[in-house]
């Protein structure tokens, strides 16, 4: 059984700062991309950062600059350092982990969602 959880949301005053964890746990084999998705009230989900296991990395215009992702290896765990927050960045943020359950094929998880949210 896999799991992929977050953790770190909360509420902040505009240009505060927040950070995400998010864990994948169970049986796997490696970790293909990790990133993170948001999705506010009456809006389609969008793409936030997303690393990749040789370590690339990318953002949505609306957050270069500002959040910044990573990972420890170690703990099988993704980051989502997010300074400078504004009103706009209120949404749901969500996990999505691309997982290799064996050396060839790989799966999909999403985590349950935390939610963030930024008052100005």
């Known amino acids: 059984q896999v799991q992929v959880v977050e953790s770190g949301g909360g509420l902040v005053q505009a240009g505060g700062s927040l950070r995400l964890s998010c864990a994948a746990s169970?049986?796997?084999?490696?970790?293909?991309?990790m990133g993170w998705y948001r999705q506010a009230p009456g809006k389609e989900r969008e793409l936030v950062a997303r690393i990749s296991s040789g370590g690339s990395t990318n953002y949505a215009d609306s957050v270069k600059g500002r959040f910044t992702i990573s990972r420890d290896n170690a703990k099988n765990t993704v980051y989502l350092q997010m300074n400078s927050l504004k009103p706009e960045d209120t949404a749901v943020y969500y996990c999505?982990?691309?997982?290799?359950?064996?050396?060839?094929?790989?799966?999909?998880?999403w985590g349950q969602g935390t939610q963030v949210t930024v008052s100005s």
């Open positions: 999505d982990a691309w997982l290799y359950s064996n050396s060839y094929t790989v799966k999909n998880y």
């Open positions: 169970g049986s796997f084999y490696s970790i293909h991309a």
